[in-house]
């Protein structure tokens, strides 16, 4: 019996990780969405109940002054 879990070449280019042309985030944005990412991540890590990503992503934006500080929402 053969192998069929031959290694094919990919039919179709694969994307690239940041987007380009226009659209595409400025040096700024790049570094702000940087120290956002790496800022939830040490939320994550730290947090002793293990909050979801986007408890995270949303505790470093208010950290970073870039939302205003709110009561968690309930869940319905």
Avoid: F, N, Y
């Amino acid at each position: 019996m053969q192998d069929t879990e031959e290694h094919w070449p990919p039919t179709r280019p694969e994307k690239p990780h940041r987007r380009t042309g226009p659209g595409c985030l400025t040096p700024e944005q790049l570094a702000l969405a940087d120290d956002l990412h790496t800022r939830a991540l040490a939320l994550r890590a730290a947090s002793e109940d293990g909050i979801s990503i986007r408890e995270a992503v949303a505790l470093a934006a208010v950290q970073l002054g870039l939302e205003p500080a709110h009561a968690p929402e309930e869940q319905s």
